[in-house]
């Protein structure tokens, strides 16, 4: 009933939005959640939609009373051929920890109009990904080919979630399926799907509700 009620006021807010939340998903094990340092991830080829939509999460979630970095500023991939492994992951959440970080959000493309061929190449994991290392492991490639999402016009994109926390288990927070409908502008889709994906958690009650300024009063 929830999950009903939460598609239906989403729907009322973004009918006319070029993005459409189509799941979202929350661990039933936790009720409320503050992130305090997050690092945002947009898993993408393409350096300048990564740019604008990773700043843009940052600024939305430090209003919101988080601190927020982008992975540009933390991954480095630029000129990076070789994908990094999984004792390279490892380092990098443990290293992550120690810089106090407890909140990764991971948003990548995977299509809507070919799943099976994306299903067909990651068919031996498990579609429940429950670490940020085996998602990133799966699917880092994104970065080095321009022209993996070449065939789609309708966009299936999926943000989570991770809480990376050195005193919990290493988990999936929150899963959300949001798709993405003839983008012609990447200001316009970045501002649709990051407000979008806010208005989820914050029903959610996954992040802070945003602090309103005098300047947008």
């Not at 459409?20 to 503050?34: A, C, F, G, H, M």
Request: glycine fraction near 2%; proline fraction near 2%; charged fraction near 30%.
């Amino acid at each position: 009933m929830k999950k009903t009620l939460l598609l239906m006021t989403v729907f009322l807010l973004f009918n006319c939005s070029s993005t459409q939340l189509v799941e979202s998903w929350k661990n039933p094990n936790i009720d409320t959640y503050e992130p305090y340092k997050v690092l945002v991830v947009g898993l993408t080829s393409d350096k300048v939609a990564r740019l604008e939509f990773e700043e843009k999460l940052k600024t939305e979630l430090e209003l919101r009373g988080s601190e927020a970095m982008t992975s540009l500023s933390v991954l480095d991939t630029a000129g990076k051929t070789d994908k990094m492994t999984e004792t390279e992951l490892e380092t990098l959440e443990s290293q992550l920890i120690e810089d106090g970080f407890d909140t990764i959000l991971l948003t990548k493309i995977v299509g809507i109009e070919d799943k099976v061929a994306y299903r067909k190449n990651y068919k031996n994991y498990d579609e429940t990904y429950r670490r940020f290392k085996d998602e990133y492991l799966m699917h880092q490639d994104i970065f080095y080919d321009t022209d993996y999402y070449e065939e789609f016009k309708v966009y299936k994109a999926e943000t989570s979630m991770y809480c990376i926390c050195p005193t919990k288990d290493r988990e999936l927070i929150w899963k959300g399926y949001i798709n993405i409908t003839d983008p012609t502008s990447i200001e316009k889709t970045v501002n649709d799907y990051v407000k979008l994906a806010l208005v989820v958690l914050e029903e959610e009650k996954l992040i802070n509700i945003k602090v309103v300024t005098n300047e947008e009063n």
